[in-house]
């Protein structure tokens, strides 16, 4: 029995290189990142964009992170985030982010004050 659950396991880890876009995308959102670095992770005025950025880059950057090292002091304001971060969601995250799309439905909120965030 335990040999079949292994075996589930790894199939749904080979199926998961596709997922690991959604899932970093998840992660990008439900971690706030979005709030700096925006939602398309395009960058929002001094935040950096992130998205089609080398993988390595960015999961260097966030490692380095990590370990509380920023060259700037602008820069620290990662580590808190950064530390949040698993090795596994470093991994989908950045997968997220180098291999950015762009979809329909973001483009078209983007720029728009229409809707019923009016308060
Ligand atoms: C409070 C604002 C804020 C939030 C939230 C935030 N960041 Fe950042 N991020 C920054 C700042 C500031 C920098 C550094 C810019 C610089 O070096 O001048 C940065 C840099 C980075 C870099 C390196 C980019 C580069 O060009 O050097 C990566 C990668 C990154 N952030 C990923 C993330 C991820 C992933 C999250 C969510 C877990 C996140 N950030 C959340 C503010 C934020």
Redesign the pocket.
């Known amino acids: 029995m335990k040999f079949f659950v292994w075996l589930l396991v790894g199939a749904v880890m080979i199926g998961a290189s596709d997922n690991l876009y959604d899932k970093g995308k998840k992660i990008?959102f439900s971690?706030?990142?979005n709030?700096?670095?925006g939602v398309n992770a395009k960058g929002l005025g001094?935040?950096?964009g992130?998205a089609y950025r080398p993988k390595s880059f960015?999961t260097y950057?966030?490692q380095r992170y990590r370990t509380k090292i920023a060259?700037?002091q602008?820069?620290q304001?990662?580590i808190p985030?950064?530390q949040?971060?698993s090795d596994a969601q470093i991994q989908t995250?950045t997968t997220f982010l180098s291999e950015y799309h762009e979809e329909a439905s973001h483009d078209k909120n983007e720029n728009t004050s229409r809707g019923d965030g009016g308060s």
């Open positions: 990008y971690k706030g990142c709030g700096c670095h001094e935040y950096p992130l960015l950057k966030l060259d700037t602008q820069a304001l990662m985030f950064a949040g971060l995250i």
